[in-house]
């Protein structure tokens, strides 16, 4: 649950106050393979994330705004303007920085406006990049890295914590399979010895290694 | 087939104009770009949104022209959205005449 949505498609949240920048932006990350959410504000975008976190714990929130999937997204990117009535994107900003569930999605401002100090406050505040408008296409190029950094780490965790269960799922496994094993050789010896009894040993206890042992399992039933 | 490689031509020639005039700039052929098989009426759909939200915006603009005294702080923020908007759709004319009115916002000159 809550896994980066499979194909590597990453879903970015675009903020901005402006009609038609929202359908420009909306277009150029769908060119770029991505999947986009827009809202017209800082507040929407915060309500969008804010409810969005609850999706992930409870399933089958009512749907917001533009967003209709009835899916788990998890927002990779934010990208948002400058120059915002009431929330500017530099507010916004801010207040994605302090949250703790959200500090570690990366944020990219846009502006009209070619200000530096404003462009050094932002990225000192944590934004990856800064991006002047229009936004065209080559720009989207400067976002692949940032995404992919965030969703590895993400995967990383995550799979840290599923190889620890995993490993310990086996381990039980592997003990109650030795177990079983060990009955079943006995009882071979007892019979007769025989060379495949060998060799089919040999295959069993290799396969018992990585992550096959269910299969094996049966097997050793079937030999009985 | 004719007629429509003639029609096809004029268009042509009337788009280039456009560049030519200075009406349209780089950006226009960025929207163009974005244009696909999947996606056939990009531009159209932009153009279209970017007419009504322009009429909406220069409605207002008017109305807060009527007002005096005038509230400079106000049109500059119209200002700031249309010429955001002309400028995401690569109208170069539209967008200086922008910030020709917003340099006459902050200089407070009612008269330009």
Redesign the interface.
């Known amino acids: 649950m809550g896994m980066a949505a499979a194909e590597s498609r990453f879903h970015v949240l675009a903020v901005d106050d ?4 929202r ?2 932006i909306e ?2 990350l769908k ?1 770029s393979s991505y999947q986009v959410t827009t809202v017209d504000s800082g507040s929407k975008a915060l309500e969008f994330l804010g409810l969005h976190e609850d999706d992930r714990s409870n399933s089958g929130s009512p749907s917001i705004l533009t967003n209709n999937h009835h899916q788990e997204l998890e927002v990779n990117l934010i990208i948002t303007d400058y ?1 915002m ?1 009431g929330m500017t994107g530099y507010d916004l900003l801010k207040k994605i920085k302090e949250s703790s569930s959200l500090r570690d999605i990366p944020v990219v401002i846009m502006s ?1 406006e070619n200000v530096p100090a404003r462009i050094s406050r932002c990225l000192e505040e944590g934004a990856e990049e800064f991006f002047l ?2 936004v ?2 080559s720009d989207l190029n400067r976002l692949r890295p940032h995404v992919m950094k965030a969703v590895s780490k993400d995967q990383k965790q995550e799979k840290h914590e599923e190889e620890e269960e995993e490993e310990k799922q086996e381990e039980k496994e592997i003990k109650s399979q030795k177990h079983q094993e060990q009955q079943q050789q006995q009882h071979q010896q007892q019979l007769s010895p025989r060379p495949s009894g060998n060799s089919k040993r040999k295959a069993m206890e290799e396969n018992l290694s990585p992550d096959r042992t269910r299969p094996r399992y049966s097997d050793i039933a079937a030999v009985v | 087939m004719e007629r429509n490689s003639q029609l096809h031509r004029q268009v042509a020639l009337m788009r280039q104009s456009l560049f030519d005039q200075g009406y349209l700039d780089e950006q226009f052929v960025q929207l163009e770009e974005l244009q696909d098989d999947a996606n056939p009426n990009f531009v159209e759909e932009v153009v279209t949104l970017y007419y009504r939200d322009s009429a909406r915006l220069i409605a207002s603009i008017e109305q807060a022209l009527d007002k005096s005294p005038l509230d400079f702080n106000k049109l500059d923020s119209y200002m700031h959205q249309f010429k955001g908007s002309s400028s995401s759709i690569g109208g170069r004319k539209v967008k200086a005449e922008c910030a020709q009115f917003r340099e006459y916002c902050r200089a407070g000159n009612g008269e330009g």
């Open positions: 402006n009609i038609i920048d359908k420009l277009r150029l060119t120059c009535p009209s408008k229009p065209r296409k």
